[in-house]
């Protein structure tokens, strides 16, 4: 199993900037699509972006595409979250995770990631 950390959350203005990352652990991290998450006070978890285990295929939510990029480095066992052009709906903590099963394109539906990270929290102010 996959362990997850992440880092770089804050607090920023709106129209700020953040880039998140989580550094996982273990040796078959490059073989596991990887996603990002978050979810707001009151709200369920929500999808926000995935990457294929070879970096070759993204995926966002509708709410932050053409804002956000996911990347992945995988000599560094990391994946990154940019977060451009914030807007205080973007509040929430935000969580990385890892897929169920190895070798898969980007999926959306947090039943799909079997390992978590204890999340970062994002506060975007107007």
């Known amino acids: 199993q996959v ?3 992440e880092s770089g959350g804050g607090l920023v203005q709106a129209g700020g900037s953040l ?7 273990g040796r078959t991290f490059s073989t596991y699509g990887m996603g990002w998450f978050r979810q707001a006070p009151g709200k369920e978890r929500e999808f926000v972006a995935a990457i294929s285990w070879n970096g070759g295929s993204t995926i966002y939510a509708d709410s932050v595409k053409g804002r956000f990029t996911i990347s992945r480095d995988n000599a560094k066992n ?5 977060m451009n052009s914030l807007k205080p709906e973007d509040t929430a903590v935000y969580y990385c995770a ?3 099963e190895r070798l898969r394109g980007p999926r959306t539906r947090p039943p799909d990631f ?4 204890q999340g970062t929290q994002v506060t975007v102010s107007s």
């Open 98 to 100: 890892a897929d169920r």
């Open 78 to 82: 990391t994946v990154y979250l940019q």
């Open 114 to 117: 079997g390992s978590w990270g």
């Open 3 to 5: 362990q997850l950390v």
């Open 19 to 25: 880039r998140l990352s989580c550094a996982a652990s």
